[in-house]
């Protein structure tokens, strides 16, 4: 029998034994693990030792990635959002601190230059396993300052990530190079970002279209591939196997499968997260504790201390009180089980010595025991503390934190355009490069080993390229914004800065383009960039690929919000109706004898005249020919954001209390001329699957107008003419009872596209 099955069968016995016993007195089963393995290694030679240490090693590596991928299910891009900017304050503050704390406090005590730096990192994380059972106990998790410390977990894992790329790349050369650093960070920053949207993209698209014929089996199956598929991927690109894991398993967190997986793979995760633990505490010698016993009683007071003031520091930053920064602090006094998967790192790449693994294995054991106590009495602890505090400071912590508390007012339009410039800038700029790359070091080879000539295999390259940056062009610019447009109609003055950084949108554009279509032609650099700029502008101006964009962007958004989505009932439902405000004008001398085409108010700001009323006559829906007369009285239909930019432009001042158009349809007469909503549920044989809103027909045959879609119960608004419509879309349009009739006669009835009136 192989050696594998005998140590397998008496580890995991005397885990089982082991862990009843820390469950009958109420002690974290880790550190039951912990004991497990230190009984069955090679420091106790009184009970039976592993033989296969090796295959146990490899045992231990699956269990850090199926860890991982289990810290990944438990998190999301929206968790990550929600979390506020007190818990990333917090945790930037704990971790950057504690790296300090431990940095210092390892050569205080003649540690190697790495040794101290891996130390840092291990005392830098928190346990989010024994602070939960500690909660648990005390009966504290719904506590305020409770949730800070689960967001505050979330950012930790996150950096710990973060941590284990850039220690690696300093082991790597044995010292720090700041250029290595950036380079592996902006490389880390770029891929995650690349795997993040191509994930959100493609991963839960094909889980829906193989819902129908995934089961249990096949579920966890295809998610632990797909996790070790991601592992393969980052070690392909040089990065830990931890990291593929965790991206894995928060891409999957994603999905509407995510509580499933995790039900299917919780067994699994126990099974192997166990023989981690195991493993770590094979490595535990008796006689290093017994030698170190100094640097683990410094240590541990380091950690308790350290951790204890520099996590309520970061509470305090953040604006909170003392009290609550006590109680966050209280809870986080310890070293987490990620700081053996750090200190697994270290052996692994031989830059650690062997002593500090045993060590921290002990401080983790101590400050585990430790932690109930400081959170029991963080109340006494919190009294003591504001008694020893000077008065003055009392007093100036209570203005801090009263200041950081009291409504703000409104950010500026300048600071809401800044935002989505970085951000629409980041965004699309990390696609277009990652498109670009793509196109240039792995289609441009491909190409070169499969056509007969040169010329093809660039041409094909580059064209991969324009294809990327053609798909992102028009969005990445943003001309037609919400905050764009309020800041260039509201002040000439803004339009000068409004253009430079467009222009400065424009070059980056530019530069991403230019520098890997010149690698793959090698041709003469100015007349490159010349036909590069014509080509852009080309684009730009022609709106081509921005149907593609379209339906590509409505996929991501929905498939990124696809699991809050479906958790949604239909009481919870957003309708579009409740989402648009209607706005009422009287039409003066500067818009009378223009027609509504000639105002262009749907092009430049998303608003549109649903309604006028001329004496006695009312026109709803009227076409972009007719013309205004002074005195008419018009009906006007955006978000509330459009409408405030309409009335800036019109020199109207103060913001109105708008209603909704669902409450502005209650207060509609009965008859022909009454505005309504109505919902067509595409089916599969309606005539408007597949079509374009442009080409649906829909405006020209029934007199409507398209207010929007629901798809995958993701309400989109104010559509571009050029998004296809789908097999099981909602399409919301605007008209009259009269359209309804037009509507039912040409087939759309309750059997077919079901058509809804609302309200």
């Known amino acids: 029998m192989p050696a594998l099955i005998t140590d397998l069968a008496v580890m995991l016995l005397t885990a089982g034994v082991v862990t009843i016993i820390f469950r009958r007195f109420k002690l974290p089963v880790v550190l039951g693990y912990i004991l497990a393995g230190f009984l069955v290694g090679h420091y106790m030679p009184y009970f039976y030792t592993v033989s296969d240490s090796a295959s146990i090693e490899t045992w231990s590596e699956i269990g850090i990635i199926i860890l991982m991928f289990g810290l990944g299910l ?83 894992d996150i950096a710990g990530i973060f941590m284990m790329i850039i220690l690696s790349t300093v ?36 889980l829906r279209k193989a819902n129908d014929f995934m089961n249990d089996e096949t579920l966890l199956i295809g998610s632990l591939g797909f996790c070790f598929l991601m592992v393969l991927l980052a070690e392909y690109l040089g990065f830990s196997s931890a990291l593929g894991a965790f991206l894995a398993g928060s891409l999957v967190a994603g999905t509407v499968h995510a509580e499933r997986v995790e039900h299917l793979t919780s067994g699994i995760k126990d099974l192997f997260g166990s023989i981690f633990f195991l493993s770590v505490g094979m490595l535990v010698d008796p006689h290093m504790i017994v030698r170190y016993w100094a640097p683990i009683c410094i240590l541990t007071v380091v950690t308790i201390v350290g951790k204890l003031l520099v996590s309520s520091l970061g509470v305090l930053l953040s604006g909170q009180s003392l009290k609550t920064a006590i109680h966050c602090g209280s809870s986080l006094a310890q070293i987490g089980e990620f700081a053996f998967i750090i200190a697994s790192l270290g052996m692994s790449l031989g830059v650690i010595a062997d002593y500090i693994y045993p060590i921290i294995v ?84 491909a190409l070169q080993a499969v056509l007969p000539a040169m010329w093809m295999a660039r041409a094909g390259a580059v064209a991969f390229c324009i294809l990327g940056i053609a798909l992102f062009i028009r969005p990445m610019l943003d001309l037609h914004s919400t905050a764009y447009t309020t800041l260039w109609v509201k002040n000439r003055g803004n339009r000068m800065p409004l253009v430079a950084l467009t222009v400065m949108r424009f070059l980056i554009i530019v530069l991403i383009t230019f520098v890997p279509i010149q690698a793959i032609l090698g041709v003469g650099e100015w007349i490159l960039l010349l036909a590069v700029i014509a080509a852009l502008i080309l684009i730009e101006r022609s709106g081509w690929m921005s149907s593609a964009y379209i339906s590509a962007e409505a996929r991501f958004i929905a498939n990124y919000n696809e699991r809050n989505l479906q958790r949604k009932d239909d009481s919870e439902t957003e309708w579009l109706d409740e989402k648009l405000f209607v706005q009422s004008l009287t039409a003066d001398r500067s818009v009378a004898g223009k027609s509504l085409k000639q105002l262009s108010w749907g092009r430049m700001f998303n608003v549109n005249v649903i309604q006028i009323t001329r004496g006695r006559r009312v026109r709803t829906m009227p076409s972009g020919n007719m013309e205004l007369r002074e005195g008419d009285r018009l009906v ?90 789908q097999t099981d879309d909602v399409v919301w349009i605007l008209g009259t009872r009269h359209m309804a009739e037009k509507l039912l006669a040409n087939g759309f009835d309750d059997e077919a596209d079901g058509i809804k009136t609302e309200p």
């Open 74 to 156: 438990e998190f999301n891009i929206h968790k990550l959002v929600s979390v506020g900017g007190t818990a990333v304050i917090t945790a930037l503050t704990e971790v950057l601190g504690m790296l300090l704390i431990g940095y210092l406090v390892g050569q205080m005590m003649d540690w190697g230059i790495m040794d101290s730096i891996f130390l840092g990192g291990m005392l830098s994380m928190s346990s989010t396993t024994i602070i939960i059972k500690a909660f648990d106990e005390l009966d504290v998790r719904k506590e305020g300052f409770a949730q800070l410390v689960f967001g505050t977990l979330v950012i930790e």
């Open 171 to 206: 082991s790597a050369s044995k010292n720090i190079s700041g250029l290595a650093l950036a380079k592996n960070l902006a490389e880390l920053v770029l891929y995650l970002a690349l795997w993040l949207i191509l994930g959100i993209y493609i991963l839960p698209t094909v």
């Open 362 to 445: 002990t401080v983790s054991v101590i400050t585990t025991l430790t932690t109930p106590f400081f959170i029991k009495n963080a109340d006494r602890l919190y009294a003591g503390i504001s008694r020893l505090l000077p008065e003055k400071v009392s007093r100036k912590l209570e203005r801090y934190t009263a200041e950081e508390h009291a409504p703000r007012e409104p950010d500026s339009d300048w600071v809401v355009y800044f935002r989505r410039f970085a951000r629409v800038t980041v965004l699309y700029g990390v696609l277009m490069f990652g498109a670009t790359m793509i196109g240039q070091f792995v289609v441009f080879p």
């Open 636 to 725: 006007l239909l955006g978000t509330a954001d459009d409408l405030r930019s309409l009335r800036i432009s019109l020199g109207l001042t103060g913001d109105e209390d708008l209603p909704t158009l669902r409450e502005y349809i209650a207060l509609q007469p009965e008859g022909g001329s009454g505005i309504y909503t109505y919902a067509i549920n595409v089916q599969k044989d309606s005539e408007l699957q597949g079509k374009t809103i442009r080409s649906s027909g829909l405006r020209e045959k029934y007199d409507c107008m398209v207010l929007g879609l629901q798809r995958q119960r993701l309400p989109i608004l104010e559509p571009d003419i050029n998004m296809s419509i």
